[in-house]
């Protein structure tokens, strides 16, 4: 089979990358743009920890065919920081919202895809807001609590 | 990653037509891909069979809901995210819009699709018990012309469909005759979210207790209406009985036949009479 | 060489100004960034990748290894058995595990044939094209089939270790008590699921020696392991621990393994060999939590006083010997708990099961042995006609006390007043009789029920002296001070802990001190992360460390830390204090009969869980949660209560949703869509609240923390159950099939 050249706008760049139709979106981010941001926990898309936003949605990046990503525009972790850490970022760091830190990326992309369509998040659209991730350290507590001050700054 | 990615092949045809001519030239040659949710997952657990696909994802043709006074049409693409923000769909077929909460986590809904859900021909997934009671039709397009199937007649075996090899799902369409109903759709999972339903019952019943539609998901080979059951309770005969008679669970990974066939029952005593 | 014991620091309470705060995690903006490195992420020029090819049935003679067509196998590096250049074995405490299998196979996925490719898809086809043909053997799966000794897969009886723990003379007391109570409890298998699967990267040759990175807990174990592997000495073999995503024991020793497969495959090729594991493989090949089996027979007077306990304690070791003795050491120990009884005795087995081997999960044995213990304290409180905490509050250890091994008991821990916070904090008395009125009627019942529970923290016994711990801190002429240990940060918080205590006891910004990469090449064996000894022994080794440098400083007595160690380093040459481990005064440990101070420390807890059961889908959700303990000292109040609160929902998932099922030996929920941890959505409110009675030989008085909220949860929430349900559940997880079972044969 042959490969295809997918054009996508990653954290506001422009990316050309020569692959097979069908790499994953999670691959191509990380092995040929070498943004290593973005993990691979499951690879069956229960996880949660290759989450990044494609065209203004959360999605699992392991579950993304490389051809339905050309022409996408695309916020991987890398691009969250501005280099200042976003107030969601000092969050996580402050209230504990990230232990060994695997989760963590996919896990800053759910809360800002979150608090992009609900600033004022209650508790319960939090959960339900990340209830594609799974963390395994933290036991969630303090990742609620960073995302509701990653909301009020 | 299990596969052999080089081995397989996709294309992304810019319209609906050429997509269609293609499955015609050689009929299962190519399949459809939408939004990947079920099928990347058998993809990188080296076990999808098939080589060739077509991506429909990009096929506005596809998309879209749209409302008359007397149906609702949804593009087969239509995400559970779209589902979930549509405000008609919302309030008149609500159990609709339970099942794709009750879909995986955000990033799931955002990329599966109601096409997806109902092709793929899980007996566990979600929305066909609600599509199932709500006498949903689908719409079937080929090169050939287009057709439609009531829901209820499309699934007819373990993953075998009313589908042929050059066909794809377009369209789903739904009356807007639900007001009349109480409406009951209730998932019992793993746990409270991202699960695969162990056992899913979706209920609608008029005031007079002279129409109910009863479906199930993980109870059977395919999602089920659970006709013999409806005219029970209509007819006044023991409705838990005969679920218990209609159903034909079985143990799997996630549970047993006995758990399923119990709660199954369960689940419409709390629909009937409150629990 | 800087020695601890030289007298007692006191550090007044509250004028810390390092410890106690919740300074910013050290590697904390790495991680939110995804800067933070982990072995993944890694790309070595000229890798290839590597993967493993396993056996497919559980036991079983190995006749013949066989590569399919389609493949272009000269293409690819091979290794098997008999390429190993030195010993085939994977070090631990025994030798008895096969770094490839060669003859034979006694579990499921047991690594048999290595590959590497530089084509990491074909590499995936290649491991599908190579068949074993092994003959199948009977194998057994049961710790009732392997005590019935019809197969013997292990030695000469299935037995990898025993233990016995006699106080006083049960035997004496079963004629006379007042009431005798059995139980019988089982607990299941669990997986760790640590969101970063197990990797390493290696390249190594004859000449250069063999170097991996990887993720890992305890880099000097696999620098261990890996010596005879190759026949290397000591200098020639480098471990380096990358960012870990977790490990909570995971990888503790199974790293070895992988690393010795990476290893011999970048010795075999000449190229750098990146080896990672996808889930499903990490699932069934790995490690997980052993499986147990306790009976208690408890005689009881008629006011409520233990009078004896007769133990028995069996786990499921699997295939091979790795790390159960151990784990059946702590689960033995922490059998008794934290109660008062004249007479005690305790018999425990590891026996072996065609399992692909069990090894360290958080807690290490004491879940297990504590989940049987509380649920039977329970029963033992209602044949008594007291309610669970009367019975408890009679029978408690208190100052000056023994333990089942004999420990006398020498901090000021009051274990009723500890008790009497949490109920009296999680409402438990007005829950209990509101819910007994509710759950009359309605779908949903409810319940609340506790338990109470200590953990030792450090390795048992003589273990802390037998690994001879050091830490090193080096001061830099910029005037910073780096610790070097090989404690791994692996989420817990390593790094910002031990750089705190390094800070307060250096007088030093915690800004200006940092902690070195573990790297077997320019750290000290400071010991394995693990067992709950980070922060207190290490830390204890940080602190001297760091009081060894000062007092090294002490001559200069002008001018800035940077300064006065420019003035030294350009006097003497490179700054460094060393500090190695010395057991605190008085601990004694009999290894034979197993009697004495079995830890240094322990910390103490009451969790309080409430729970919700519906009866129309069987299902049971913990709705709330209190977790109540007394530490020693809390070096950090964020990180540990995310300890706490992580550990909590780790147990919470023990207790109910996580279900290994096994077919054949093997795991066959291999994917996490059916293994199931808790989501967002499934963890209650969880309170956590401190209390500290300082621990003199811990740092700033500090106890360890990282296993013991493990140990609770589960109980309680079983203890909670009944009181829901009624229902006398004695085996975890409590599925809702098992609860509906028990529930219909209740009403039949």
């Known amino acids: ?153 | 990653m299990r596969s052999n990615v080089a081995a397989f092949e996709m294309r992304a045809p810019r319209s609906l037509g050429e997509v269609l001519d293609l499955m015609a030239a050689e009929p299962g040659a190519w399949r459809p891909f939408a939004g990947g949710t079920d099928l990347m997952v058998l993809f990188e657990a080296g076990k999808l069979d098939h080589r060739r696909y077509l991506s429909i994802w990009q096929l506005g043709e596809l998309r879209g809901i749209s409302a008359t006074p007397e149906a609702v049409t949804l593009g087969s693409l239509t995400t559970y995210t779209d589902v979930l923000r549509h405000e008609t769909l919302s309030r008149e077929f609500p159990l609709l819009a339970e099942a794709a909460r009750n879909t995986g986590g955000i990033a799931t809904q955002n990329r599966g699709t109601l096409g997806g859900n109902i092709v793929n021909g899980s007996p566990a997934a979600d929305t066909p018990p609600a599509l199932l009671v709500y006498d949903a039709e689908l719409e079937l397009v080929s090169a050939r012309g287009m057709r439609r199937l009531p829901y209820r007649e499309f699934h007819t075996g373990y993953k075998q469909m009313q589908l042929a090899p050059d066909e794809l799902l377009a369209r789903i369409h739904l009356r807007r005759d639900t007001a009349r109903f109480r409406q009951y759709y209730r998932k019992v999972g793993t746990r409270r979210a991202q699960a695969i339903s162990k056992v899913c019952l979706a209920g609608l019943m008029d005031q007079a207790g002279d129409e109910v539609r009863i479906a199930l998901a993980s109870v059977a080979p395919v999602p089920l209406r659970c006709v013999r059951t409806e005219a029970a309770i209509v007819e006044g005969r023991d409705p838990l009985a005969s679920l218990a008679a209609e159903i034909s669970p079985i143990d799997d990974i996630r549970s047993v036949a006995a758990y399923r066939s119990r709660v199954a029952q369960n689940l419409l005593r709390e629909f009937l009479y409150g629990g | ?748």
């Not at chain 1, 506001?12 to 139709?21: I, L």
């Not at chain 1, 508790?123 to 995302?147: K, S």
């Not at chain 3, 059998?335 to 009884?341: H, I």
């Not at chain 3, 305790?346 to 090894?359: E, F, K, L, M, Y």
């Open chain 3, 1 to 748: 060489m800087q020695r601890t014991g030289c007298g007692i620091p006191r550090y007044p309470d509250r004028n810390m100004t390092v410890v106690g705060k919740a300074v910013p995690r050290k590697e904390g903006r790495e991680k939110v960034t995804g800067k933070a490195r982990y072995v993944d992420d890694l790309k070595f020029p000229g890798m290839i990748y590597g993967a493993t090819v396993r056996s497919p049935v559980p036991r079983g003679r190995i006749h013949d290894i066989r590569f399919g067509p389609g493949i272009p196998w000269d293409e690819f590096t091979i290794v098997r058995a008999r390429d190993i250049p030195g010993a085939n074995h994977v070090s631990l405490i025994l030798d008895d595990q096969p770094c490839l299998a060669q003859r034979a196979v006694n579990h499921a996925e047991e690594p048999v044939v290595l590959l590497a490719h530089s084509d990491r898809y074909l590499l995936e086809e290649a491991r599908r094209a190579v068949t074993i043909e092994i003959e199948p053997l009977p194998a057994i799966f049961t710790i009732e089939e392997s005590l019935a000794r019809r197969h013997i897969i292990w030695g000469e009886e299935n037995v990898f270790k025993r233990f016995r723990v006699e106080k006083g003379n049960v035997d004496a007391v079963w004629d006379t008590a007042d009431i005798i109570v059995e139980g019988e409890y089982t607990t299941g298998a669990q997986e760790q699921l640590y969101i970063e699967n197990n990797g390493m990267i290696a390249i190594a040759s004859p000449e250069a020696g063999v170097t991996v990175w990887g993720s890992m807990q305890c880099p000097y174990y696999i620098h261990k392991a890996l010596k005879p592997i190759f026949r290397l000495g000591d200098d020639q073999v480098r471990v380096i621990q990358t960012e870990t995503g977790g490990g909570f024991g995971g990888k503790e020793e199974y790293p070895s393994m992988i690393a010795a497969h990476a290893a011999l495959l970048a010795w075999t090729s000449g190229r750098p060999v990146k080896l990672i594991y996808d889930r499903a493989e990490d699932m069934v090949a790995t490690t997980k939590r052993h499986p147990s089996r306790t009976r208690h027979r408890t005689a009881v007077s008629r006011d409520g006083k233990l009078l004896a306990m007769d133990i028995s304690f069996v786990i499921d070791g699997g295939a091979y010997a790795t790390l159960s003795a151990v784990v059946l050491s702590r689960g033995t120990i922490h059998a008794a708990g934290p109660y008062d009884c004249p007479n005690v005795r305790i018999r425990s087995q590891a026996v072996a099961t065609n399992a692909p081997p069990h090894g360290a999960f958080r807690g290490f044995g004491a879940p297990q042995s504590i989940f049987a213990l509380e649920r039977h304290m329970d029963k033992v409180a209602a044949a008594v006609g007291l309610t669970p905490e009367e019975f408890r509050r009679r029978n408690f250890l208190r100052k000056g006390r023994t333990t089942a091994t004999g420990q006398v008991i020498r901090e000021e821990i009051d274990l009723p007043a500890l008790m009497d916070r949490a109920l009296a904090e999680s409402d438990y008395h007005a829950r209990r009789e509101r819910y007994a009125v509710e759950n009359r009627t309605g779908a949903v019942k409810r319940g609340i029920g506790f338990a109470a529970f200590m953990h030792g923290a450090g390795f048992t016994g003589s273990g802390e002296r037998y690994l001879q711990s050091v830490v090193g801190i080096e001061a830099t002429a910029d005037g910073r001070a780096r610790i070097l240990a090989s404690s791994t940060e692996i989420g817990q918080g390593t790094n910002t802990i031990l750089t705190q205590i390094a800070a307060e006891a250096l007088g030093l910004p915690y800004e200006q001190v940092e902690i070195a990469q573990p790297d077997t090449s320019e750290v000290p064996n400071s010991g394995p992360t693990v067992a709950s000894r980070t922060c207190m022994v290490v830390g204890k080794l940080v602190e001297s460390a760091a009081r060894g440098l000062r007092q090294t400083l002490s001559e200069y007595t002008a001018g800035t830390f940077a300064d006065v160690v420019r003035a030294h380093i350009e006097r003497y040459g490179p700054l460094r204090s060393y500090s190695r481990y010395e057991a605190p005064p008085g601990i004694f440990w009999d290894d034979e009969d197993y009697q004495g101070d079995a830890y240094g420390a322990y910390a103490w807890a009451v969790y309080v869980a409430e729970v919700s059961v519906d009866t129309i889908t069987y299902e049971a959700r913990v709705e709330n949660f209190l977790a109540l303990q007394e530490v020693g000292r809390v070096i950090h109040p964020v990180l540990a209560s995310g300890q706490i609160e992580g550990g909590v929902v780790q147990a919470i998932g023990y207790a109910l949703y996580e279900n290994v099922v096994w077919r054949d030996g093997r795991m066959a929920n291999s994917q996490m869509t059916n293994y199931i941890i808790p989501t967002t959505a499934d963890v209650p409110p969880i309170r956590v609240v401190f209390e500290e009675i300082p621990y003199a030989y811990g740092p700033m008085g500090a106890k360890g923390i990282g296993e013991l909220p493990m140990d609770g949860p589960a109980p309680a929430i079983v203890n909670a159950l009944e009181n829901a349900t009624g229902l006398p559940i004695t085996g975890i997880p409590v599925t809702p099939e098992s609860l509906m079972q028990r529930m219909e044969a209740a009403h039949a």
């Open chain 1, 1 to 153: 089979m042959h490969r295809v050249s997918i054009r996508m706008t990653i954290n506001g760049e422009s990316h050309t990358v020569e692959t097979w139709p069908m790499t994953r979106l999670l691959d191509v981010l990380r092995e040929d743009l070498a943004l290593t941001g973005t993990k691979e926990g499951c690879g069956e898309g229960e996880c949660g920890a290759c989450s990044v936003i494609l065209d203004g949605r959360l999605v699992n990046s392991c579950l993304v065919p490389a051809l339905q990503a050309d022409g996408a525009r695309i916020t991987t972790i890398e691009g969250v920081a501005t280099p200042e850490l976003h107030a969601l970022q000092r969050a996580f760091v402050e209230c504990g919202g990230a232990q060994c830190g695997i989760c963590t990326p996919g896990m800053i992309m759910a809360s800002l895809s979150l608090l992009e369509q609900n600033p004022q998040p209650t508790e319960e659209e939090i959960r339900n807001g990340l209830a594609g991730n799974l963390c395994r350290c933290t036991g969630y507590i303090r990742i609620f609590d960073a995302v509701r001050q990653g909301a009020v700054r």
